[in-house]
């Protein structure tokens, strides 16, 4: 079993910065991909940033030069520093891991950014 467990979420104001992680633990094998999904009231789950084990990363066009996502593998945790952050940037965030068993999501953490 898997667990993710998110933290760092915070109402901000616009420009401001911001770092999410993002620890996993339980059966975490040594290949997977972690990343960073968010979720505004009404609408759709969207892809912001992943990162594998061996540091390859991608980012959504929305967030790139903005947020940077990285890991350390020692510690099976996800950060996502978000930069200059938008108002557009308001959601609830979510952790994802996936590897070959299957696809494990965080509870989400709640990022608010004020005009």
């Known amino acids: 079993q898997v667990q993710l467990v998110e933290s760092g979420g915070e109402l901000v104001q616009a420009g401001e910065s911001l770092r999410l992680s993002c620890a996993a633990s339980?059966?975490?094998?040594?290949?997977?991909?972690m990343g960073w999904y968010r979720q505004a009231p009404g609408k759709q789950r969207d892809f912001v940033a992943t990162?594998?084990?061996?540091?390859?990363?991608n980012y959504a066009d929305s967030v790139k030069g903005r947020f940077t996502i990285s890991r350390d593998n020692a510690k099976n945790t996800v950060y996502l520093q978000m930069n200059s952050l938008k108002p557009e940037d308001t959601a609830v965030y979510y952790c994802?891991?996936?590897?070959?068993?299957?696809?494990?999501w965080g509870q989400g953490t709640q990022v608010t950014v004020s005009k």
């Open positions: 994802k891991l996936t590897q070959a068993a299957g696809a494990v």
């Open positions: 339980g059966n975490i094998l040594r290949m997977n991909t």
């Open positions: 990162i594998n084990s061996i540091g390859v990363t």
